[in-house]
C-alpha cells in the first residue's frame, strides 16, 4: 500500500530548515545538494549548492523537502505538497491516471536519473501531488 508524506519546498534556505527540524525533533537526516547529484556537471552554477533532495526520518514518519529548483517562487502555503510513495509501478501509474482527471500534469510518470518512476500533477482541487515508485535494486 502507498504511503503519503508531507514534501516541503523552501527558497533556498531548505538545508538550515532541515537541520532545524532535525535538531528539535530527532531522527535521521539525509541531504543531497546539487553539487552532490548524478547530474551535477548539468547543472547551472548557482544550482550546485541548493538542496535537491533531503529526508528527515523519525520512525515511520518521514519529512521531504527540497530547494525550488526550477526557478518557481516559493509562497508560504503553497510550498507544501503530497507524495505518494508508491510499492509498485502498477500503484503509481493507476493512481497517478486517476488522479489525472481535472488536473494539471506537471510530469507524466518517468523513470528519473535517480533511478526511481517519478510523476508530479496539481489536482482539480489545487493540490499538488507527487507520484513517486523506487524499484529494489
Known amino acids: 500500500m502507498a504511503l503519503i ?14 537541520t532545524f527540524y532535525k535538531n528539535s525533533l530527532g531522527g535521521e537526516l539525509t541531504i543531497m545538494k546539487g553539487e552532490q547529484s548524478p547530474v551535477a556537471a548539468q547543472l547551472p552554477p548557482e544550482l550546485r549548492g541548493q538542496v535537491m533532495h533531503s529526508s528527515l526520518a523519525l520512525g515511520d514518519l518521514v ?7 526550477d526557478g518557481t517562487p516559493v509562497t508560504l502555503g503553497s510550498n507544501i505538497s503530497l507524495m505518494l510513495a508508491c510499492t509498485g509501478e502498477k500503484e503509481l501509474r493507476d493512481a497517478f491516471a486517476k488522479m489525472a482527471v481535472g488536473a494539471n500534469v506537471e510530469t507524466e510518470p518517468k523513470f528519473e536519473f535517480w533511478g526511481a518512476l517519478y510523476g508530479s500533477l496539481i489536482d482539480k482541487y489545487g493540490i499538488r501531488w507527487m507520484f513517486n515508485w523506487e524499484p529494489k535494486k
Not at 514534501?7 to 532541515?18: H, P, Q, S
Not at 519529512?63 to 529548483?69: E, F, K, R, T
Open 5 to 18: 508524506q508531507a514534501y516541503l519546498t523552501f527558497a533556498g534556505n531548505c538545508a538550515e530548515a532541515m
Open 63 to 69: 519529512l521531504l523537502a527540497s530547494d525550488s529548483l
